[in-house]
């Protein structure tokens, strides 16, 4: 189970050919527990960071710590997914979504629908 997880997630990385890996790590770190890291480089120098803890549960994979963190070469967060402990009152504790100066509730994603939101940045329909 493990190892299909990180053969699928590197596998979403490689099929994304204009993405400049800055770093990638992926362990198996015993026969229920992962963890994954990395920087990924978009073409107009912004960058993700992403961090998973993760452990096979119930014929799946239950994510113990994440977070997703894109922002521009600024510096400036566009958006930042995690499961930091620090929003009590939010529906759906601890997972959220931080955009901007807002929070608000949203699932763990996985690195294919991240990536589909940054595209939705690199690459807005009906702009010139």
């Known amino acids: 189970m493990i190892y299909q997880y990180l053969a ?16 990638f790590d992926a362990r198996q770190l015993s026969a229920l527990d ?3 890291a990395g920087r990924l480089r978009f073409y107009d120098g912004s960058v993700l960071e992403f961090r998973e ?11 113990i710590v994440y977070a997703y963190h894109y922002q521009r070469t600024d510096g400036r967060c566009v958006f930042r997914y995690d499961n ?23 699932p763990a994603p996985d690195l ?4 589909r939101e940054i595209d ?9």
């Not at 294919?112 to 990536?115: Q, R």
């Not at 939705?120 to 010139?128: D, I, K, M, Q, V």
């Open 112 to 115: 294919s629908k991240v990536l």
């Open 8 to 23: 699928r997630f590197q596998a979403t990385i490689d099929s994304r050919q204009e993405i400049q890996v800055d770093r």
């Open 53 to 63: 803890v993760f452990r096979v549960h119930n014929r799946g994979i239950r994510k």
């Open 120 to 128: 939705g940045y690199l690459y807005p329909s009906g702009r010139a």
């Open 84 to 106: 930091a402990p620090h929003f009590p009152d939010l529906p759906g504790f601890p997972e959220h979504k931080h955009e901007g100066d807002q929070v608000i509730p949203a």
């Open 34 to 36: 992962g963890r994954i």
